[in-house]
C-alpha cells in the first residue's frame, strides 16, 4: 500500500480541503453554507486523522475509533445548527450572517 | 436704752435697704417717692445713732493708760461672727461700737439725713432724681458700716464702697465731660492712697495674724503686740509699727486730700453741691482721719516717726489749701480748698498727739462746713435762675453753671436770701474761729495743743492757715452777700478758665441796691440750713475746756483739755485781722468785671495761687505722660508686633490652604476624573472588536489558533 500514494500528498489534500471549508465558513454569508463549510473542515481533520491512522500506526485501532466520534459529532452539530439556523430564521427573517449582529458593541 | 445698742446693725442696714429699694423696684421711676423714703430710713437711723449714743454715753468705761498715755475707751459692744475659715483660725467680721463709733454714727446720719432733705430741693426735677437718692443712701450705708468695723478689712471693703459712690456721684452729671474726668480722676487719686493702704494692712496683717480692733490678745492694739512691732526694725531700717503706720497714713493721703494727693478734691466740685457737701466735706474726706484716729496706737507705737511725717503733711496741706484759696473765685472751689486746709488741720493735731483735739475738730467740722456747702448750694440754685446767666445757658451750659458760681458775679445777697444769709454766716464765723462757735473751741483746743506741748513751728503754720482761713472766707462772704448785685451783667466763665481781659468799670456805683426783691427760697433747701446752723453754733459746747464742760472728753474716755488764754487771744487776734483785711480787700468788687486788687498787686503770685500752685499741670506733665507713653508703647506693640504675626500667620494658613485646594482639585479630582475617562476610552477602543458579526470571530478564533501553533512548533 505505501507506493500507491505518499504521507505528504494525503495532507496536502487534506490541508487543501480544510482551507476550501475555512474559506466557505469564512467568505460565504449565508448560514447554511457557513455550516456547509464546517463540515468540510471537519471532514478534513477526518482524512488528516484517517490519513496518520492508515501511514503510521494501521495496527492501533484508535484512528478509526477517533473518526467514528468526529463523523457522529458532527452530525449532531449539524442537527444542532440546522436547528439555531432555523431558530434565527424565525426570529430575524434572514438567513444573512451579517445582518445577525445584535451583540455587536 | 441697751435696745439701740444691741440692734446697732440697724443703723447702716437702713440707708443700704433704701438703696435697694430704689435700685430694684419699680420705685426708681417714682421719683417723689424714692427720695421721702430715703429721707424716713435715714432720719430713722439718725434717731437709732442718737438712741446708741445715749446709751453708750451712759455706760462709759475709762481704760487705764497705756505706756503712750493714750488709750481709747472701752467698747461698749462688740459683736462678731465668722465668716472666714482661714486654715486653723476663722476670719470674723462684726461691729466695734466704743464712744468714738457713737459719736461719729450720731454725726454721720445727722448730717445725712440733712442733706438728703436738701437733695429733694436742690435735685428737684432732674430726671435721674431717684437714682440720686439711691446712691447718697448707699454711701451713707458704706461710711456708716465703716464706722461700724470691727476690723480693718471690713473698713476696708466699706472705703471702697465710699470711693465707688463718690465715683458715681462726682460723674452724676455725667454728660459733662468735666463731671466724668473728676469723676475718674477722685477715683484714681484716692486709689492710690487706697493701695498703700491695702499694703499697710497686709503688712500688719503678717505680723499680727488678725486685723481686729481691741487690746486683748490677738487683736492689733495688745500692749505686748505694739511693744513688739514698736522695736523690731525691717530691711528699711524703719520699725514695724513706723513703716505700718505711714502705709495706712498713705490711705488717709489719698482720701483727705492731703497734698500730694489733694489734687482730686476741688475738681470734685463738679459733683451736684449736696454731694460736695455731703461726701466731700462732712463724711468721706474725715474717713482718712478717722483712719488715723482709729488705728492711733500704732502711731504711737514707735515713738514719734510716723507722727513726725503727719504732723509735717497735714501742716503742709494745711497752709497750701488756705493759700490756694486765696486767688479762687468759684464760691465751691473756694470751700473745696478750705476744706482741705481744715482737714490739713485736723491730720497736724493727730501728729502732735492731740487725737480728742482733732476729733472734736473733726465733728464741729462735719457739721458746719456741710452747712457751708449746703449755704453755696442755695445760692447756686437761685443764681441759676437769674436771667442774665440763664441766658448763657443756651449757648454753653458749662459756662452758665460756672458763671452762676462765681463770686464775682454775687453780691447783694444778703437782703435776696435772708435765710440763707444768716445760716451761712452762722457757719462763716465757726470756720473762722470766733467765740463762742463751734470752730473756736476745737480751733482752740488744737492750736492749745500745739503751744502747749512746743511743737513751736507747727503752732506757726497752723495760725498762718487760721489767719488765710479768716481772709479768704471774708472775701468770700463780703463779695457774696454784700454790695451791689453783680449777676445782671455777669461774667462769663469759659471752661478754660482763663482771664481773658480787664474790664474797666464806668461811672460810680452804690454800695446797696434800690429795691432788691427776696428771691425765693425752697424750705426745703433751708430747713436743713437751719438745722446744721443750729449745730453750728452749739456744737462748742460738746467740749468746752471749762470745768463743767468737757462732756466730749469724758464720753471719749480722754483727759481734759485746758484753756489757755494767751493761746485763744492770739488765735482771736489773727482772726480779727484776717477778717478785716478781707473786708477791706473786698470792697473793690463793684462790678463782675473787675479785677481782683491782688491780682492786680501781685499778678505772678495771683496768678501761681490761681493755678493752684501748677500741681495738676506737673501731674499732668509727668505722671501722666508716663502713663501715656506706656500705653502708647504697649499699643504699639500690639499692632506692630502682636497683631503682624497674627496677622502672618493667618496669610500662612490662606496659603497652605489654597496649595490644599489645588492639589484636591487637580490631583485628585482630575486625576480620578482622567483614570475614569482613560478606562472609558480603552473600553472603547477595545469593544470596536466586538462587531457581533460571527465571520469576524471566526477569524479571530482561526488567527489565534494560527499563532498559537506557531509559538507551540517553533518556540518550544
Same mark, same amino acid.
Given at each position: ?7 505528504? &500528498? ?44 492508515? &501511514? ?32 434565527? &430564521? ?16 | ?33 424714692? #427720695? ?6 435715714? /432720719? ?42 482661714? $486654715? ?91 463731671? /466724668? ?40 492694739? /495688745? ?46 466740685? %463738679? ?20 483712719? !488715723? ?55 497736724? +493735731? ?24 449746703? $449755704? ?68 482752740? %483746743? ?17 495760725? #498762718? ?40 468799670? %464806668? ?63 492770739? +488765735? ?27 491780682? !492786680? ?25 508716663? +502713663? ?32 490644599? +485646594? ?8 482630575? $486625576? ?26 471566526? /477569524? ?17
Amino acid at each position: 500500500m505505501t507506493q500507491a500514494v505518499s504521507l505528504e &500528498y494525503v495532507l496536502i489534500v487534506a490541508a487543501a480541503l480544510f482551507c476550501i471549508g475555512l474559506f466557505g465558513a469564512l467568505a460565504r454569508r449565508n448560514l447554511i453554507s457557513m455550516l456547509m463549510g464546517i463540515e468540510l473542515m471537519l471532514n478534513a481533520v477526518n482524512i488528516n486523522l484517517v490519513a496518520f491512522w492508515r &501511514y503510521l500506526e494501521p495496527s492501533y485501532v484508535t484512528g478509526q475509533v477517533f473518526v467514528l466520534f468526529i463523523i457522529a459529532v458532527a452530525a449532531a452539530e449539524a442537527a444542532v445548527g440546522l436547528a439555531m439556523v432555523i431558530a434565527v &430564521y424565525r426570529s430575524r427573517t434572514t438567513l444573512q450572517a451579517d445582518e445577525v449582529d445584535s451583540l455587536k458593541g | 436704752m441697751t435696745l439701740f445698742l444691741q440692734h446697732a446693725w440697724l443703723i447702716p442696714s437702713l440707708p443700704l435697704v433704701s438703696f435697694l429699694l430704689i435700685s430694684c423696684t419699680p420705685l426708681r421711676r417714682k421719683h417723689i417717692q424714692a #427720695a421721702w423714703l430715703a429721707i424716713a430710713l435715714i /432720719a430713722i437711723s439718725a434717731l437709732w445713732a442718737i438712741g446708741l449714743l445715749v446709751a453708750v454715753a451712759s455706760q462709759v468705761v475709762q481704760r487705764p493708760g497705756e505706756p503712750s498715755g493714750f488709750a481709747f475707751a472701752e467698747p461698749a459692744l462688740i459683736q462678731r461672727f465668722d465668716w472666714l475659715p482661714t $486654715g486653723s483660725s476663722t476670719m470674723q467680721m462684726g461691729f466695734y461700737i466704743d464712744p468714738i463709733v457713737a459719736v461719729m454714727l450720731a454725726m454721720v446720719t445727722i448730717t445725712s439725713s440733712a442733706i438728703h432733705l436738701f437733695s429733694l430741693g436742690y435735685m428737684a426735677g432732674h430726671p435721674r432724681q431717684a437714682r440720686f437718692f439711691s446712691f447718697i443712701s448707699l454711701f451713707s450705708a458704706a461710711m456708716l458700716l465703716m464706722t461700724l468695723a470691727d476690723n480693718l478689712l471690713l473698713f476696708f471693703m466699706a472705703w471702697e464702697i465710699m470711693g465707688l459712690c463718690s465715683y458715681l456721684l462726682i460723674g452724676f452729671l455725667y454728660t459733662r465731660p468735666q463731671a /466724668a474726668q473728676a469723676a475718674l480722676k477722685a477715683f484714681i487719686t484716692t486709689r492710690i492712697g487706697d493701695v498703700l493702704m491695702l499694703l499697710g494692712m497686709v503688712y500688719l496683717y503678717t505680723l499680727a495674724g488678725s486685723l481686729a480692733f481691741g487690746y486683748r490678745q490677738g487683736e492689733i492694739f /495688745a500692749p505686748d503686740f505694739l511693744q513688739q512691732i514698736g522695736t523690731e526694725t525691717n530691711r528699711l531700717g524703719l520699725s514695724h509699727a513706723t513703716t505700718i503706720a505711714l502705709l495706712l497714713f498713705g490711705g488717709t493721703i489719698g482720701k483727705s486730700a492731703q497734698f500730694p494727693l489733694h489734687v482730686w478734691l476741688p475738681d470734685a466740685m %463738679e459733683g451736684p453741691t449736696p454731694v460736695s457737701a455731703l461726701i466731700h466735706a462732712a463724711t468721706m474726706v474725715a474717713a482718712g482721719v478717722f483712719l !488715723v484716729g482709729r488705728t492711733y496706737p500704732i502711731f504711737l507705737a514707735d515713738g514719734g516717726t510716723a507722727l513726725a511725717w503727719v504732723t509735717f503733711i497735714g501742716a503742709l496741706t494745711a497752709i497750701v489749701g488756705a493759700s490756694i484759696a486765696v486767688a479762687q473765685f468759684d464760691i465751691k472751689r473756694i470751700l473745696a480748698y478750705s476744706t482741705i486746709s481744715q482737714l490739713g488741720f485736723m491730720v497736724a +493735731a493727730l501728729g502732735i498727739g492731740g487725737w480728742m483735739a482733732a476729733m472734736f475738730h473733726l465733728l464741729t467740722h462735719a457739721f458746719f462746713k456741710a452747712l457751708l456747702f449746703l $449755704g453755696s448750694g442755695s445760692i447756686i440754685h437761685a443764681m441759676e435762675t437769674v436771667p442774665a446767666i440763664h441766658r448763657i445757658h443756651h449757648h454753653d451750659e458749662y459756662a452758665a453753671q460756672q458763671s452762676a458760681q462765681d463770686i464775682r458775679n454775687m453780691g447783694g445777697l444778703r437782703s435776696r436770701m435772708p435765710w440763707t444769709f444768716w445760716c451761712y454766716t452762722m457757719g462763716y464765723l465757726a470756720l473762722i474761729g470766733i467765740v463762742p462757735f463751734s470752730g473756736f473751741w476745737s480751733k482752740d %483746743e488744737i492750736l492749745t495743743d500745739a503751744f502747749v506741748h512746743q511743737h513751736w513751728l507747727s503752732y506757726a503754720i497752723l495760725s #498762718a492757715a487760721a489767719l488765710l482761713t479768716a481772709f479768704y472766707m471774708t472775701r468770700q462772704w463780703r463779695a457774696t452777700f454784700f454790695g451791689a448785685f453783680r449777676g445782671d451783667k455777669p461774667r462769663v466763665v469759659t471752661a478754660s478758665e482763663s482771664e481773658s481781659h480787664m474790664h474797666e468799670h %464806668e461811672g460810680a456805683h452804690a454800695e446797696s441796691d434800690p429795691a432788691p426783691q427776696r428771691w425765693p427760697e425752697d424750705w426745703r433747701m433751708i430747713a436743713p440750713l437751719v438745722l446744721l446752723a443750729s449745730f453750728a453754733v452749739t456744737a462748742g459746747a460738746f467740749n468746752l475746756p471749762f470745768a463743767g464742760g468737757h462732756w466730749l472728753s469724758d464720753l471719749l474716755g480722754q483727759e481734759h483739755a485746758s484753756f489757755n488764754l494767751l493761746v485763744a487771744a492770739i +488765735a482771736l487776734i489773727l482772726a480779727g485781722i484776717g477778717v478785716w483785711l478781707g473786708w477791706s480787700y473786698a470792697t473793690a468788687f463793684s462790678d463782675a468785671h473787675s479785677s481782683d486788687p491782688l491780682e !492786680v498787686r501781685a499778678p505772678s503770685l495771683f496768678q501761681s495761687l490761681n493755678q493752684r500752685l501748677y500741681v495738676d499741670q506737673f501731674y499732668r506733665a509727668s505722671i501722666v505722660r508716663l +502713663a501715656h507713653s506706656l500705653a502708647t508703647l504697649w499699643r504699639w506693640i500690639d499692632t506692630r508686633i502682636f497683631d503682624r504675626t497674627l496677622d502672618g500667620l493667618g496669610d500662612l494658613t490662606l496659603r497652605f490652604a489654597h496649595v490644599n +485646594a489645588s492639589i484636591d482639585d487637580r490631583v485628585l479630582n482630575d $486625576g480620578s476624573d482622567a483614570l475614569a475617562n482613560g478606562t472609558v476610552a480603552s473600553g472603547d477602543l477595545i469593544r470596536r472588536s466586538e462587531t457581533g458579526k460571527i465571520h469576524d470571530y471566526l /477569524a479571530m478564533i482561526f488567527a489565534g489558533v494560527v499563532i498559537l501553533g506557531v509559538i507551540y512548533l517553533y518556540l518550544f
